[in-house]
């Protein structure tokens, strides 16, 4: 079997012959073999795909090694509430849960039905956790729960790590998910699958820091049913290079979403948010907005799709939205916002935007005494403040005040 995969993968490089290699000692998995075949079918996405033209995993991951630093802090670190960590595809999991929320170990490997769509969720999917250990873990929230779940995801000098979760939030129920991606692993690759059920309701609250030797893959595959409503927001300060891919269907009548996000790149650091929205039901309502700064040597980068299909998406409202800010000259952003709409009853629109720093606020604030670093920092914060109004407030607070804590340590905005 890991001969016949290792065949379909083109001028195979070193790290993808030993992805084959781990896969093959994972033991015969009918779910397991789809999505490693799917995953082989293209071997690490390249720039010779177009959805993944400006985000080369196969050139940044020649070798597949671990990092020479430690991971990044988390700022959710106080917050309280259940904790499961991902550490070296290791599950460590809460002693106490509240109520209204189970988390289960699945010893086998879930049918992962979006394979060919998704090739990081697939290898994921096909590799998560450790072998006689945990593949995944399945979350179910029955009522709505009094504390946030967090998820932390990073290791110690890992090579890799690969890990699974699946939620359902049951009719009625409701649950605050935060997740800290800090990093540690050569690739760290996570997987979610997001069911909401009729009435259910969600957030999701996303905090991403790797660094300059690590490549990071965050898939989350949403369904949302009837009268459901989700709210994502992310906070990304990239790595060597970093994808964070979102791919929500609207299953039933009156379902709802927000997706906002902000990336903050430094030099060296790769940002990619990814997303593709299918509104596959009548009345859904979609709002997505995403701000990024980026500074000389950083990338950011946004792929943005509403899918409207005929006949089932009628009175669609979705509108999305994209602006960035170079914040000095080599600073580097790559915007591609898309509507494919195939009814003739909805409200759809997108619009993006790259600039600088307005001269005309910068020049009011000096004339105050204020310096130009700090000017262009408080400005800079202003305006990718606005991605954070839909999180709870706990999470908020946190994510602005690490977004000004990464703008005034920045002192080559200056």
């Given at each position: 079997?890991?001969?016949?995969l290792?065949?379909?993968i083109?001028?195979?490089n070193?790290?993808?012959?030993?992805?084959?290699?781990?896969?093959?000692?994972r033991?015969?998995d009918?779910?397991?073999?789809r999505?490693?075949?799917a995953?082989?079918?293209?071997g690490?996405?390249h720039?010779?795909?177009e959805?993944?033209?400006?985000?080369?995993f196969r050139?940044?991951?020649?070798?597949?090694?671990?990092?020479?630093?430690?991971?990044?802090?988390?700022?959710?670190?106080a917050?309280?509430?259940?904790?499961i960590?991902?550490?070296?595809?290791r599950?460590?999991?809460p002693?106490d849960?509240?109520?209204?929320?189970r988390?289960?170990?699945?010893?086998?490997?879930d049918?992962?039905?979006?394979?060919?769509?998704?090739?990081?969720?697939?290898l994921?999917?096909?590799?998560?956790g450790?072998?006689?250990a945990?593949?995944?873990?399945?979350?179910?929230?029955?009522?709505?729960v009094?504390?946030?779940?967090?998820?932390i995801?990073?290791?110690?000098r890992?090579?890799?790590n690969?890990?699974?979760?699946?939620?359902?939030?049951?009719?009625?129920?409701?649950?605050?998910?935060?997740?800290?991606?800090?990093?540690?692993?050569?690739?760290?690759?996570f997987?979610l699958?997001?069911?909401?059920?009729?009435g259910?309701?969600?957030?999701?609250t996303?905090?991403q820091?790797?660094?300059?030797?690590?490549?990071?893959a965050?898939?989350?595959?949403?369904?949302?049913?009837?009268?459901?409503?989700?709210?994502?927001?992310?906070?990304?300060?990239g790595a060597?290079?970093?994808?964070?891919?979102?791919?929500?269907?609207?299953?039933?009548?009156?379902s709802?979403?927000?997706?906002?996000?902000?990336?903050l790149?430094?030099?060296g650091?790769?940002?990619?948010?990814?997303?593709?929205?299918?509104?596959?039901?009548?009345?859904?309502?979609t709002r997505?907005?995403?701000?990024g700064?980026?500074?000389?040597?950083?990338r950011?980068i946004?792929?943005?799709?509403?899918?409207v299909?005929r006949?089932?998406?009628?009175?669609?409202?979705?509108?999305?939205?994209?602006?960035?800010?170079?914040?000095?000259?080599?600073?580097?952003?790559?915007?591609?916002?898309?509507?494919?709409?195939?009814a003739?009853?909805?409200?759809?629109?997108?619009?993006?935007t790259?600039?600088?720093?307005?001269n005309?606020q910068?020049?009011y604030?000096?004339?105050r005494?204020?310096?130009e670093?700090?000017?262009?920092?408080?400005?800079?914060?202003?305006?990718?403040?606005e991605a954070f109004d839909?999180?709870?407030?706990?999470a908020?607070?946190?994510?602005?005040?690490?977004?000004?804590?990464?703008?005034g340590?920045?002192k080559?905005?200056?």
């Amino acid at each position: 079997m890991a001969t016949d995969l290792k065949s379909i993968i083109t001028n195979a490089n070193t790290t993808e012959l030993e992805l084959v290699a781990r896969y093959a000692m994972r033991g015969e998995d009918p779910r397991r073999e789809r999505a490693f075949s799917a995953f082989a079918a293209t071997g690490l996405p390249h720039r010779r795909m177009e959805a993944w033209r400006w985000s080369d995993f196969r050139a940044a991951l020649p070798m597949l090694e671990a990092p020479k630093g430690t991971p990044n802090a988390d700022p959710f670190a106080a917050l309280q509430g259940p904790v499961i960590e991902i550490n070296a595809s290791r599950y460590i999991l809460p002693s106490d849960l509240p109520v209204g929320l189970r988390i289960l170990e699945r010893p086998d490997a879930d049918a992962f039905s979006r394979a060919e769509e998704m090739p990081l969720g697939a290898l994921t999917a096909a590799l998560a956790g450790r072998k006689g250990a945990a593949s995944g873990l399945a979350i179910e929230v029955t009522e709505p729960v009094a504390e946030p779940l967090r998820i932390i995801a990073r290791s110690e000098r890992a090579e890799a790590n690969l890990a699974r979760i699946s939620v359902i939030v049951r009719p009625g129920a409701h649950i605050d998910l935060v997740e800290s991606h800090l990093g540690g692993a050569g690739l760290s690759s996570f997987l979610l699958d997001f069911t909401l059920q009729e009435g259910a309701s969600a957030t999701r609250t996303l905090y991403q820091n790797g660094a300059g030797d690590e490549a990071q893959a965050i898939t989350a595959n949403i369904r949302s049913a009837s009268a459901a409503r989700y709210a994502q927001t992310a906070l990304a300060f990239g790595a060597r290079i970093t994808r964070i891919e979102t791919h929500l269907t609207h299953q039933e009548t009156g379902s709802q979403a927000v997706l906002n996000a902000a990336y903050l790149a430094a030099s060296g650091r790769h940002v990619d948010f990814t997303s593709h929205i299918r509104h596959g039901a009548e009345a859904c309502t979609t709002r997505q907005l995403t701000k990024g700064a980026v500074l000389d040597g950083g990338r950011g980068i946004f792929q943005g799709k509403f899918m409207v299909p005929r006949g089932v998406g009628q009175r669609t409202d979705a509108a999305m939205q994209h602006h960035a800010l170079l914040l000095e000259d080599g600073a580097e952003v790559f915007a591609k916002p898309e509507l494919e709409i195939y009814a003739d009853d909805v409200e759809c629109a997108h619009g993006n935007t790259c600039g600088a720093l307005d001269n005309n606020q910068l020049f009011y604030m000096r004339q105050r005494g204020i310096p130009e670093h700090e000017a262009k920092a408080m400005l800079t914060q202003a305006f990718v403040a606005e991605a954070f109004d839909q999180a709870p407030d706990f999470a908020s607070e946190i994510l602005l005040s690490t977004a000004q804590t990464w703008l005034g340590a920045n002192k080559a905005i200056a």
